[in-house]
């Protein structure tokens, strides 16, 4: 059975190093190599960085809505964020813009969203989980309540 044409074949070369940090974050991931160089290479060029938003800077917020939006996540009618099956993420966006803050998703000071950092947008369930980690049970997460 041959595989099926995705594109164009690209040959490159990398530090044997690298090779073995894309390798592990493609087996975390649970996809093949080339799977996860595709899916970085698209990701990469729609981080909205300053040089591709001639210096416009976004709130955390406004970048934790992008991320929602990519993840097919929705909001509750009490202003909750809801995963794409409806499960409870998080109390408000203020929350959500925290944790992604603290996984790495968001880039300093408005820069972008880096989402390479990411679980694979096919992965929905772990992005989802991921983001959970760093909320407690009702859903918030301690910078937002004033804990430090």
Do not use: C
């Given at each position: 059975m041959a595989?099926p ?10 530090p044997?190093?690298l ?10 991931r649970?996809?093949?190599?080339a799977?996860?160089l ?6 990469a060029?729609t ?5 591709f938003?001639e210096g416009r ?5 406004e ?6 939006q ?7 009618e009490d202003?909750?964020?809801v995963d ?5 993420l998080?109390?408000t966006?203020?929350d ?5 803050q603290?996984?790495g998703?968001?880039a ?7 989402w390479?950092r ?7 369930g772990?992005r989802a989980e991921?983001?959970?980690s760093r909320l407690d049970?009702?859903g918030r ?6 804990v430090?």
């Amino acid at each position: 059975m041959a595989r099926p044409e995705i594109g164009e074949r690209v040959t490159t070369r990398l530090p044997p190093e690298l090779l073995e940090r894309v390798d592990t974050a493609a087996g975390e991931r649970g996809v093949r190599r080339a799977e996860w160089l595709r899916e970085a290479a698209r990701e990469a060029i729609t981080v909205q960085a300053p040089r591709f938003t001639e210096g416009r800077r976004r709130s955390a917020t406004e970048l934790a809505r992008l991320v929602a939006q990519h993840s097919e996540w929705a909001w509750a009618e009490d202003d909750a964020l809801v995963d794409d099956l409806g499960g409870f993420l998080a109390y408000t966006i203020e929350d959500a813009a925290e944790a992604m803050q603290d996984l790495g998703w968001l880039a300093p000071g408005g820069a972008g969203v880096i989402w390479v950092r990411m679980p694979a947008a096919h992965l929905q369930g772990a992005r989802a989980e991921e983001l959970r980690s760093r909320l407690d049970e009702s859903g918030r997460h301690p910078h937002v309540n004033g804990v430090r």
